[in-house]
């Protein structure tokens, strides 16, 4: 079973207890109003997909129900990392470092 | 003056029981339940209102006369009232560090106690239930097959079920098959 650490109750949680919600570090326009129909497509819809590292959000919806924020391996299904939701973006000397 | 109306409170599971030599399983008797979000100083205020200082370490409980206190999350609390079932917990006055929602009839518990208590419920719930990583008086809300449950620890071999009322007869069965595998 891959476990997966919930930073909230500060313990490792079988991946069941856990759902998927998206890519993480989206910021959301200030001015919606001044996009063009390009740039609303790919702020709205567009996300990345790499093989390798992804910044996530997930949900620990049926443990303390809280947001977090996961560095993922998309290769290996590794969580390198979790943190709250809430916390700076890891940098990527920061990644690089979990990567060792 | 008209006359006043009285639900008639139907349990789901009332009085079911099942027991072999590893484990037995009843229902837990009705209760009264609330769920409430709060910070800090909210969570403090509505302790003071039941008279029960709620936990404020994750998935630690509080219990005293008949209440039990269970934190499920870092500003969520599931209250149990098993002494005054009819009476609701909610404070009459609105305070605006928490929010109290009474669930009473939504949730029904199961308890299930004996040496294979731990060995039932792992086969639907994927959470270590060793006396180290879920000691006596933990809870937590997870998974039991495919139900959003919250287990509470209660003694070495005794654990509270907590589950919606919908997902009850599924639970009841799901435990009964569980039970049968702990027995061998
Ligand atoms: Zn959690």
């Keep these: 079973m891959l476990l997966i ?12 207890e856990f759902s998927h919600a998206g890519q993480a570090h989206i910021v959301r326009p200030t001015d919606m109003d001044g996009l063009s129909d390009e740039e609303f497509e790919a ?8 093989k390798g590292i992804i910044l996530e959000r997930w949900r620990h919806s049926m443990g303390c129900g809280r947001f977090l924020n996961a560095v993922r391996h998309t290769v290996t299904d590794k969580f390198l990392k979790t943190y709250k ?9 920061d990644i690089e470092d979990l990567l060792k | 003056m008209a006359d006043s109306i009285t639900a008639e409170r139907r349990e789901i599971v009332a009085g079911f029981k099942f027991a072999n030599n590893a484990v037995s399983i009843e229902a837990a008797p009705a209760a009264s339940r609330t769920n409430l979000r709060a910070t800090t100083a909210g969570a403090k205020s509505f302790g003071k209102s039941i008279s029960l200082e709620l ?12 209440r039990h206190a269970l934190k499920l999350g870092p500003d969520e609390w599931l209250l149990i009232d098993t002494k005054n079932i009819n009476d609701s917990m909610v404070p009459r006055l609105a305070n605006k560090n928490f929010s109290a929602v009474d669930i009473s009839h939504r949730n029904c518990a199961f308890v299930i106690s004996g040496a294979g208590a731990a060995n039932t419920l792992n086969t639907a719930c994927p959470r270590d239930l060793s006396l180290a990583a879920f000691p006596v008086g933990t809870c937590s809300r997870t998974l039991f097959g495919k139900a959003e449950v919250v287990l509470y620890r209660t003694a070495k071999d005794t654990f509270r079920l907590e589950c919606w009322r919908t997902f009850a007869t599924y639970v009841r069965d799901y435990l009964m098959d569980g039970a049968k595998d702990a027995h061998i």
């Design chain 2, 55 to 66: 936990p404020t370490i994750m998935h630690e409980t509080a219990s005293k006369a008949g």
């Design chain 1, 5 to 16: 650490h919930c930073p909230y109750c500060e313990d490792d949680r079988p991946e069941l």
């Design chain 1, 43 to 50: 702020m709205f819809f567009i996300r990345d997909n790499p």
């Design chain 1, 85 to 93: 939701a809430g916390q700076p973006r890891p940098t990527d000397k």
